[in-house]
């Protein structure tokens, strides 16, 4: 009887662990690193020692240095799961699928850092380290769409399923990343406003500085991660394919 099993077609060039593009690719990762690495350390000393204690706040108005990145990075690894969504149901490609899923768990990662920052920065400001605040709510929704977007990928019967059936939640998902970004515009909330907006920065020159700074060095991070984690799944295609090789060889002979 013959053997309908169907084995993945990955290119040689792009798959293969030893190939110059992967190569090419380790070193990026670790130009990246290293320059996470060093402006991560800056970005904690600009935050920490050099930009001023908000009068208001005091102490734990730090926080926002580190909060508002992750902020940041969760909305842009969800922008780049979208899109890579949109490019596996088109293309059907497992370099597509493995940016996703990579920047998936990236994402909720950086989420799960905005979530608790934010109760960190919460519970001297307000009083609490949770409050049913509209942008909070649909920010804790945004970390279980990201978390049952992996779920969904773990448990699906094959990648392939898995894959498509996340494609579609990231792709659906991502409505509620405006929602969150605009939940001060729409609702009353207790959650600060926007210190950036279209007429200028609501912030001295040496906050706003040590701000964009972060911003930068964090997404410095989430492109270090992500080199690294698609490459990991490089890796696992790459293995997948070789035993699906071995396996169809030995089927035939």
């Known amino acids: 009887m013959a053997d309908t099993r169907i084995v993945r077609s990955i ?21 990246f690193g290293v320059l996470a690495l060093l402006a991560m350390a800056v970005a904690t000393y600009l935050a ?6 908000d009068a208001a706040q005091g102490p734990a108005q730090r926080i926002f240095y580190f909060h508002v990145p992750s902020a940041w990075l969760a909305f842009l690894a969800f922008f780049v799961v979208l899109v890579a969504s949109v490019g596996y149901l088109w293309k059907r ?68 399923q898995g894959a498509r059936y996340a494609a579609v939640v990231g792709i659906i998902g991502f409505v509620d990343v405006p929602i969150v970004y605009l939940a001060t515009t729409w609702w009353r909330t207790l ?22 700074f972060s911003l930068g ?24 394919e070789r035993e699906d090789e071995l396996a169809f060889g030995g089927a035939n002979g």
């Open 48 to 53: 920490l020692v050099y930009a001023p204690q």
């Open 11 to 31: 290119p040689a060039h792009a798959a293969s662990p030893t190939s110059s593009v992967a190569r090419v690719g380790d070193r990026l990762a670790r130009l």
């Open 191 to 212: 959650h600060p406003e926007k210190v950036i907006k279209p007429e200028g920065a609501a912030m001295p020159g040496e906050m706003l500085f040590a701000f964009l």
């Open 93 to 160: 490609t497992p370099g597509w699928d493995a940016v996703a899923r990579s920047s998936g768990e990236i994402g909720l990662l950086f989420t799960t850092l905005m979530l608790v920052t934010g109760s960190i920065w919460g519970k001297p400001v307000w009083g609490t380290w949770w409050s049913w605040d509209p942008m909070l709510t649909t920010s804790l929704i945004l970390w279980f769409i990201y978390l049952g977007y992996l779920m969904l990928r773990a448990y699906a019967p094959t990648r392939e």
């Open 217 to 240: 060095a964090f997404t410095l991070l989430y492109i270090y991660f992500m080199l690294q984690r698609v490459r990991i799944e490089r890796l696992q295609y790459h293995l997948e």
